[in-house]
Nanobody, 115 residues
Framework: QVQLVESGGGLVQAGGSLRLSCAAS????????MGWFRQVPGEQRELVAVITNSGRTNYADSVKGRFTVSRDNAKNTVYLQMNSLKPEDTLVYYC?????????WGQGTQVTVSS
């Protein structure tokens, strides 16, 4: 059973920074891709950032230049560094991983940005 456990969410003022972590129960380099989604209650999750097993990254237009996704294979952890946070970034953030055609999700972590 693959488990993904997020941490690092919280409350921050606009313009501030947070770093989310996603600890995987297996080697992150095994995953085809890992990354982060976020969700407005009642709506579909939207892609925030993804990193492939070759190290390619992709970002939503709304976070380009502010967020950075990275991976530490030795720690089996994927990170999302979020800078210049805006109130509209206030959402629940979910870590995900795609492994052998299956998608796994973390439990979500709340990020709240006050104006």
């Amino acid at each position: 059973q693959v488990q993904l456990v997020e941490s690092g969410g919280g409350l921050v003022q606009a313009g501030g920074s947070l770093r989310l972590s996603c600890a995987a129960s297996r080697t992150v380099s095994d995953f085809n891709a890992m990354g982060w989604f976020r969700q407005v209650p009642g709506e579909q999750r939207e892609l925030v950032a993804v990193i492939t097993n070759s190290g390619r990254t992709n970002y939503a237009d709304s976070v380009k230049g502010r967020f950075t996704v990275s991976r530490d294979n030795a720690k089996n952890t994927v990170y999302l560094q979020m800078n210049s946070l805006k109130p509209e970034d206030t959402l629940v953030y979910y870590c995900y991983g795609n492994l052998f055609g299956l998608t796994y999700w973390g439990q979500g972590t709340q990020v709240t940005v006050s104006s």
